[in-house]
Each structure stands twice: as C-alpha cells, then as structure tokens.
C-alpha cells in the first residue's frame, strides 16, 4: 500500500467517525477510542518514509467504523477494549472490537481484517500467534461467564472472507451459523479529488466478508423476579371513565397510538415473543406521561398564553422546568418522534411502571390527561416485574437505582428497547459498558389539563 493512500484512508476514517449515525447511541467515550486509534495510525503513517515497508491497521479500524453504520445496530458502549474473563481459572483478557445491540439483541463483535491465508486454525508454531481455535474458545468462555456485559451472541466478521476449512471449523466445533451482516447499498468508498478528476482509491464494499454468530449459552433468560407464567394477559382495565369516541378529541394523540399493534395472544405465543419474533416496544413512565401531557397534545399555546403569575403559582417551582419543556414541544414535538418508533410494535409496561404511572395520572393529572391516559392503556400489555439477571447484576448505586434496573431490566428481558426519558440511567449504564436499547426523547410533565 502507497504511504499517500494509507494517509488518505486514515482522514477519511476520522471523517466517518465523526459522522457515525445518532441511531448507534455510541457513548461519547467510545467515540474518543475510535478517533485515538485513527490519529495514532496517522501519526505513525507520517512518521514513515516512502522507502519504508507498511505494515498498517487502517483497515480495521475501517471495518471496526463501516459495521458501526449498519442500521440495526444501535446502543454501543464498548469499542476496541478487552472484557476481563471471569471464569475461576483464568485471569486473562479478550479483546472486543464493539459491544453493541444488534436487532434488539446484545452481541460481541469481533473483527479480522487479515489475508484469509494466513489465518491459522491451530497455533502457529514460527511465531506462536493463536490459532483462530484458540481465539474462539477464549471468546466463548468469557461471554458464557460474563454477567453484566453477558452477549446473546458473538459475531465473527472476517472482512477479506475465510477459507471453507476454518468455515468448516467454526461451524462443527462451536456450532457457528454463517449469517449476512452486509446489505445492499451499504459500503465504504474513498475517494481523492484533484482538479477536475476523481480517483477511487479504495471500494470497500465487504463482499467477500464472511459473518459467523455463534450463540452463548441457552439465551432463554428466566429473569430474576417472576416467571412467563406470570404474564397478564387479561385485558387491561383503566380507572377513569373513557368515552365512546376520542378521535375527534385527541385526533394526533390517536393517530400516534392507533398505530401500535393490539395484543391477541397467548401465554404461549408470548414465549415465542420472548425469543425476539414480535417487535416491541417497552415504555418507562417518563414515556407514558410523555404521551398523555397536555404538553404534548396541542397545549403549549394555551400556556404561553397564560400570565407567568398564574403558572408559577399553577407550577411552583417547577415553573422554568415546564416553560423549557413547552419550547422543546414547540421545536421537536413529542408525538412526532415517538410516533415513528412505536408504529407497528406492541407495547409492553412492566407493573412498577403501571402502579406508578396511575397513582401519578390520579395526582396531577387533568380530565384530558387521563382520558388520554385511559386509551393508552388499552393498547398496552402490563407484564410482571421481570428484569434480566445481567441488568440486575449492575451494582444498585445513586445513578444506577432499583426501580430503574427492574423497568429497564424488564425490557431487557423481553428482547424490546425501552421508550424513556431517564437519560441519566440510560449513560449510567453506558458507563457500566452494558449494551441497552433504548428509544430516548425528552421529558413532558402533567400540567392539570
């Protein structure tokens, strides 16, 4: 490889990074990581010469930052580090190219940017690199005694292929499937403009890629605190009286969840959606409120309109929480944005959530809200308290409260992102290096509509 075209790789690779798609929720310090290992490459590709032999990583890095935007992975909160083995008998480290949710589902994806030929099963006994066996095994061992950061999967992703032997390999000694990662459409192409010609250096388009996933351990996840026998399944009773008719009342706030799928299962089916097969959707209570506020339904105008006396008297001193809250309605409505992440899915509350979102609704909400509060509980699902064991095992801290594993947890559990608020919880798990799905959107009070 020229040292001009291995620069221009490593610009272009920096360039990718900062435009990484919002979709992926990459924490801010995984970002920092990725840029690091680019400006380290470039630093050392400027110290080269010309007549210097390069020997260079760019192009993992570049495969590490092109799986970073596919569209169906989202959540990353680890990239490029090693995950301690937990397993009693070792005390060794295995490196992770990205720990991410990947189709609602948590995953360890390790990359190879290597020539397929010189990918070994066995170690190599010239210069006693690990053998991709080795490799694998160590991988597996530390995902199935992993708790916290514990993945449904781990992915292989070989970018330049893999021989039909080590294919062969993986499969009848690890039960490797071989899956398709890469889409149309989606590639990674470089490019140099001089004057009035463009010259392609590089077409990645990762055709030859060859995918693994191997599953770890039963991924059947029982949960801490109540079992699949537990769901409810019985329709869902509100406390306040709903008309007949609330489409001409709330006619956006109707188009929103109209839109969401009815329940029309049963237990048994709900263990075929615990697998992943339904697409839902987990709603905290920040959401809930979110979604029956007067705020949110068409108010802010009549709150604008009202004296700041009678508000800070209405609000207390929560006066500047809710005006702030009104201008970001006014600039990024809330039934907008949650209206195209739950369309088509089912909803699903855990009953922490319920208890709490009714005793709030009876408390402060208005007759509108909890109309609204009414009908949207119609459409949802109450499942028990049921957090999976990896968000339990966090550490319950200030940041990291109960309450909130159990609600998030919950989610977790069901395979579904959780629609929230809580973006204090949502870093702290980040910050933790766990991998969670969430749908975030800012917060809506209760006004008394």
């Known amino acids: 490889m020229e040292l001009g075209a291995a620069k221009k790789r490593c610009r272009d690779v920096i360039e990718r990074i900062q435009r990484l798609p919002s979709s992926t929720k990459i924490s801010p310090s995984c970002k920092r990581t990725l840029l690091k290992l680019a400006h380290s490459e470039l630093s050392f590709l400027s110290r080269s010469t010309s007549s210097t032999p390069l020997s260079v990583n760019i192009g993992h890095i570049e495969t590490v930052v092109h799986i970073l935007h596919h569209p169906l992975i989202t959540g990353v909160s680890r990239v490029c580090k090693p995950i301690p083995m937990c397993h009693k008998t070792s005390s060794q480290n295995v490196h992770v190219d990205i720990v991410c949710t990947l189709n609602r589902n948590p995953v360890w994806i390790i990359v190879s940017d290597r020539n397929p030929n010189y990918i070994t099963w066995n170690q190599s006994q010239t210069n006693k690199t690990k053998g991709l066996q080795c490799r ?37 000694e690890f039960g490797a499937t071989q899956v398709q990662l890469c889409h149309p459409g989606f590639r990674f192409d470089l490019v140099e403009e001089e004057g009035d010609w463009i010259d392609v250096l590089v077409a990645r388009t990762y055709q030859e890629a060859a995918v693994f996933e191997i599953k770890v351990g039963d991924a059947k996840d029982d949960g801490v605190l109540s079992s699949m026998s537990d769901v409810k399944v019985s329709p869902m009773a509100a406390n306040w009286d709903l008309p007949e008719d609330t489409t001409l009342l709330f006619p956006a706030f109707y188009s929103v969840i109209s839109k969401m799928q009815l329940f029309s299962f049963d237990v048994e089916n709900m263990e075929t959606a615990k697998r992943g097969e339904c697409d839902f959707v987990n709603f905290d209570t920040t959401a809930l409120i979110a979604l029956v506020s007067a705020i949110s339904n068409g108010g802010t105008e009549k709150l604008l309109a009202t004296p700041e006396s009678e508000l800070r008297q209405r609000f207390k001193g929560n006066y500047e929480f809710v005006i702030g809250q009104v201008m970001s309605e006014i600039q990024n409505p809330i039934l907008v944005k949650l209206g195209s992440a739950i369309s088509g899915k089912r909803g699903i509350i855990c009953e922490t959530v319920h208890s709490e979102f009714k005793e709030l609704v009876s408390m402060y909400g208005g007759p509108n809200e909890k109309l609204r509060a009414s009908h949207l509980l119609k459409y949802l699902r109450v499942v028990p308290d049921s957090p999976s064991k990896r968000m339990m095992s966090l550490p319950t801290t200030r940041k990291l409260a109960l309450k909130c594993k159990i609600v998030f947890g919950t989610g977790d559990y069901w395979c579904a992102p959780t629609a929230t608020a809580n973006m204090a919880f949502v870093r702290a798990v980040s910050q933790a290096g766990m991998s969670l799905c969430t749908i975030e959107h800012g917060p809506r009070a209760l006004t008394g509509d």
């Open 136 to 172: 694998v095994q160590q991988l597996t061992a530390a995902a199935a005694s992993a708790v916290a950061l514990r993945p449904s999967s781990v992915i292989l992703f070989f970018s330049h292929g893999l021989s039909s032997f080590l294919s062969d390999k993986l499969k009848h």
